[in-house]
């Protein structure tokens, strides 16, 4: 009797809970193709076993509709390589590019041109991610500290940044952050700061009202398989900030019930239906 008395009130507690918290949400989501990065030693990103094994990574943008707002999340690789059939391979030889569709088709297929992009923000500033951010000096964007002082130091090339592609950000409306930040105030979209693959490294956080919460990795982590092993490539500008940053965020699922969307791994990104199909 007593118990099932504790069970009412513990019941009625959390439907508070629920009301003084709604769970807003965004309205939809876009996965957008941006580009492909094949690699002929994928050993670089996982571990010594795979050493000379070739291996072509996904690379995806996300487009957020929030109310009267879009928010994109990661440009991709240039839209100026969408005109290369054959990619275009890195100084040393390690990576060859490709994208197979330029980024403003894709968002003029849903309608939209870069100057309706009202938010913007980048997991970080490699070139696969922040190919097209010049495209986006009308919007506000979100940038740790930590990240926009790399990339606009005296040595951004430490961190394998090319500035040329952001240099217009200079210009923009940017808010530099320093850690966490929940972008429209309601709790739908959260930058959560996961260092270590960059030093401003961070990855994002959306609720959609029928797939649920989902976190977007950017490249905290790379594969499920690294994902699974909690392995950090020997690449990533600091391997044990990128550990402490992946189980911070496991943490952090686990808290909210978020799937993690990997976007380099190609197995996973490839049963998430593209622009201009959406989720909800
Ligand atoms: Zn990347």
Redesign the pocket.
């Known amino acids: 009797m007593r118990l099932a008395l504790v069970s009412i009130v513990l019941v009625l507690l959390s439907a508070c809970a629920t009301a003084a918290h709604p769970n807003a949400t965004v309205q939809r989501l876009y996965v957008i193709d941006c580009g492909e ?1 094949h690699v002929n030693d994928l050993s670089r990103w996982t571990s010594p076993a795979d050493a000379g094994k070739p291996f072509v ?1 996904s ?1 995806n943008c996300y487009l957020i509709k929030h109310g009267k707002d879009w928010m994109l999340w990661d440009s991709g690789y240039p839209d100026a390589l969408a005109l290369l059939p054959h990619g275009q391979t890195s100084p040393n030889g390690l990576i060859t590019a490709y994208r197979k569709k330029p980024l403003v088709d894709s968002l003029r297929e849903i309608g939209l041109t870069p100057a309706d992009i009202t938010v913007f923000a980048m ?2 500033s ?1 070139p ?2 922040a190919g097209n951010a010049n495209l986006f000096v009308a919007s506000t964007v979100y940038m740790q500290t930590a990240e926009y002082d790399a990339v606009f130091g005296s040595q951004p090339q430490r961190y394998g940044f090319n500035p040329a592609y952001l240099a217009k950000l200079r210009y923009a409306k940017v808010r530099k952050l320093h850690g966490d930040h929940d972008v429209f105030g309601d709790g739908s979209v959260v930058i959560k700061s996961t260092p270590g ?1 960059t030093p401003g490294h961070q990855s994002l956080f959306v609720r959609l009202p029928k797939t649920g919460p989902v976190l977007l990795s ?2 905290m982590v ?1 594969l499920k398989s690294n994902w699974d092993a909690r392995r950090a490539p020997a690449i990533n500008y600091n391997a044990e900030e990128t550990l402490r940053s992946m189980r911070q965020m496991d943490a952090f699922m686990q808290a909210t019930g978020a799937k993690l969307w990997i ?2 791994d190609p197995e996973q990104s490839a049963t998430l239906p593209k622009a201009p199909q959406f989720f909800e």
């Open positions: 990065n990574f690379d997991s970080h490699h696969d991610h693959h950017g490249d790379h976007n380099h």
